[in-house]
């Protein structure tokens, strides 16, 4: 780790600690002045634009370097749109358009998109806290380009979506709103790898938090006169969380260290296939030890847990990037395994 | 869980030329009939003459010091070359363990006489070592062990049975483990010590057991009262238990915990690509993500060892998922069998399959159970 990046950690660590407890948790919302304090915050240490070019006023480190900083902020459960808005912004800035001041974030998938002159209509589908922001960055194909597009949405037919989450995600119908910009999409890797990278960095840093709730936690329970980590059956549960995230902490190093593995694509599907898979055993195991108190709102687990649920799917599930793997291998080239391997 | 992280550690360009060279002796090997890849090799497939060709080309003993005959070359490239016979099903259990965990033993804890003498034969691949740990009443729970040396005049009295040592019956030497004093009350681990003991002495007898395929590579091996040199004691009498754990790190954490059964996925892909390409990329494409992760954890170990730390923990970790993914792997292939039935497969790929099959309940028993590694975990975790 070099030394820029641990004073980056330290600083953003005290900065969370300070302002993080369930209950800020449990009222995501703009009015909720505990939270805007906290993004406050997050803007003056330069977190929204760690990933931007230097001309747009950025602090210009590789997305790979930001990684320990989003996988942090969601072992301490911060309820902001950190990684959404670094993400967002790193793809602006690629693209060579000037990233907005305050929260963005972007939308996962888009459906039935129109542009007539500087307006847009269609669906965005699964846009993550749009009651924070009204600035949206997405990608879609126009006349066989790339494009990516920023608007400003400040007209309310948004719809909140019911699912798994504990963040709030919205879908949003545009009907003739106004572009901000739109340029073609100038990236090395396409917006659902990095979104897989992200989402899976945000997942271990998840895990590594719910494996410490479940130590904490069956090592004060009591039953039966003893504590439940005294219990072989927990402890042999509790040691193959500790082994799957092991492993996604391991794929993910591969990203971390790497300046350019935007060249080694394999990597990234091994992250998200690793890290979803994962995400599946810790939900189980975890809420099997907490027993009933883990099922409830006023205990911490389940923020967590929701969040892996959800996260998983992002950007492609394990089966989709298992299969793009697959194919990679066994499509696109004449080496036997082992040579792919290696 | 920060104590346990796997740091990337990247392979160099050296190291990839020195894969290349392996890969290329392994060809040649195979063009010439030197051997025919197995499943399982590093247990089942012993060929002294391979060993000793791997010797003079300088691949054993690897990173043994050149005052020793070494080689003074690193723990990765020791693992990259490990891994490529590996994945070949080349015939290297002969020297298997000699080279993997009792060389550097000695290397630590022996005296120079036994360095001058045995460690030059390790790495031109003409000494072979067979591991004494577990006995008929000591598996899982190795502190228990009731083998003992006593002490005499000018030496030792060794007594006691070792069980399920593979290749005792071609090895030159066992490091066994026994009690040399009682345990005491409160330490269980105290009392062990570990012996350099010749297998060649009077009053050692070493007996097969077929294992349930039939084949022999399993031994149990009969101390009755062997006199023994003052010098066989390796180590410190009575710290015989963090020697042997130091020895376990280094069995448990190599690529032999998920590459066993290679050949099998490798010739079964080749095999049936074209089906495969329609109606299998899901199934290899996981099996690939789990083997690369192993892959990288295991070789973050290596960097880990070179660097001269202790990675009990993490060798716990590789070896718990590697059996799994063993297991995942074979069964995935089983159930490929619903498409191609399995008499329709190419006799050779067959073998393998049904080897591999039958073979599989034992990853998880060798070198440590999937409990004990789990125990250890836990422990780690602060669970115990």
């Known amino acids: 780790m070099n030394e820029e990046l641990g004073i980056i950690l330290e600083t953003t660590s005290k900065v969370l600690n300070k302002h993080v407890d369930h209950k800020l948790r449990q009222n995501i919302d703009n009015d909720n002045s505990d939270l805007i304090n906290l993004w406050d915050e997050i803007e003056q240490i330069g977190l929204p634009k760690i990933a931007v070019k230097d001309k747009f006023n950025g602090s210009g480190l590789p997305l790979s370097t930001t990684l320990p900083i989003i996988k942090l902020s969601n072992n301490i459960g911060a309820p902001i749109p950190l990684s959404e808005t670094i993400l967002s912004n790193y793809i602006l800035s690629e693209s060579d358009i000037n990233p907005p001041s305050g929260i963005v974030t972007y939308a996962i998938d888009v459906k039935n998109l129109k542009i007539i002159g500087n307006e847009i209509s269609g669906e965005l589908i699964s846009v993550p806290y749009l009651n924070l922001t009204d600035k949206i960055v997405f990608i879609t194909e126009i006349e066989k380009t790339k494009k990516v597009i920023l608007i400003k949405n400040s007209r309310e037919d948004k719809e909140l979506k019911k699912n798994f989450l504990s963040e709030p995600r919205y879908n949003l119908k545009l009907n003739k709103c106004k572009i901000l910009y739109i340029k073609p999409v100038n990236l090395r890797i396409n917006f659902k790898q990095l979104g897989a990278i992200v989402r899976s960095a945000q997942m271990i840093g998840s895990m590594e938090k719910i494996l410490d709730l479940c130590i904490d936690y069956c090592s004060q329970r009591k039953q039966f006169g003893r504590a439940l980590s005294k219990f072989q059956a927990i402890q042999h549960q509790i040691s193959e969380m500790a082994v799957e995230l092991s492993a996604s902490s391991a794929a993910l190093s591969t990203i971390t260290n790497s300046d350019d593995f935007y060249k080694n694509k394999k990597d990234i599907a091994i992250l998200k296939i690793r890290a979803g898979a994962a995400a599946g055993k810790v939900i189980a195991i975890s809420h099997q030890v907490h027993g009933a108190i883990g099922f409830t709102q006023e205990y911490e687990l389940a923020y967590f847990t929701r969040n892996l649920n959800s996260w998983r799917n992002d950007f492609g599930n394990e089966s989709y990037w298992e299969d793009e793997l697959g194919k990679d291998f066994l499509e696109n080239n004449n080496q036997n395994l082992w040579e792919y391997l290696t | ?384």
């Open chain 2, 1 to 384: 869980m920060s104590k346990f992280n796997f740091p990337s550690i990247k392979e160099t360009n050296d190291l990839s030329n020195l894969r290349k060279e392996v890969r290329n002796f392994i060809t040649k090997s195979l063009n010439h009939k030197e051997f025919e890849p197995s499943a399982d090799a590093w247990v089942f497939s012993a060929s002294p003459d391979f060993s000793k060709k791997l010797g003079s080309m300088g691949w054993l003993g690897m990173s043994f010091p050149k005052k020793y005959g070494g080689n003074e070359r690193t723990a990765l490239e020791r693992y990259v070359v490990t891994e490529e016979l590996l994945a070949s099903g080349a015939p290297v259990a002969a020297h298997w363990i000699a080279d993997r965990q009792s060389g550097s033993q000695i290397l630590r804890y022996g005296n120079e006489e036994q360095k001058k003498s045995i460690i030059p034969k390790i790495t031109a691949g003409e000494c072979f070592f067979a591991i004494g740990m577990s006995e008929p009443d000591s598996g899982s729970d190795l502190a228990s062990v009731k083998t003992k040396a006593t002490k005499i005049e000018n030496g030792w009295k060794l007594e006691g049975r070792k069980i399920w040592s593979t290749g005792a019956h071609i090895a030159n030497y066992m490091i066994v483990l026994v009690r040399t004093s009682p345990a005491s009350e409160k330490n269980r681990h105290e009392g062990l010590s570990q012996f350099l003991v010749d297998l060649s002495l009077p009053n050692v007898s070493v007996k097969g057991i077929p294992d349930m395929t039939g084949q022999r590579h399993f031994n149990e091996t009969l101390f009755d009262n062997v006199i023994l040199a003052e010098d066989a004691l390796l180590g410190v009498e009575g710290k015989g238990w963090s020697q042997v754990v130091g020895e376990l790190a280094l069995e448990r954490s190599g690529p032999e915990r998920f590459l066993s059964h290679f050949t099998l996925l490798e010739s079964f892909i080749n095999e049936f690509k074209n089906i495969l390409i329609k109606s299998g990329s899901k199934l290899i494409g996981k099996l690939i993500a789990e083997l690369q992760t192993l892959r990288r954890m295991s070789f973050s170990i290596a960097s880990m060892l070179q660097n001269g730390e202790s990675p009990e923990t993490q060798a716990a970790f590789v070896k718990e998922l590697g059996n799994k993914f063993e297991k995942t792997m074979v069964e995935t292939l089983r159930e490929f069998s619903n498409i191609i039935p399995l008499y329709e497969w190419p006799s050779q790929l067959q073998n393998l399959f049904e080897d591999a099959t039958l073979r599989i309940p034992s990853n998880s028993l060798r070198g440590g159970t999937t409990e004990i590694m789990k125990g250890i975990i836990a422990r780690q975790l602060g669970l115990r």
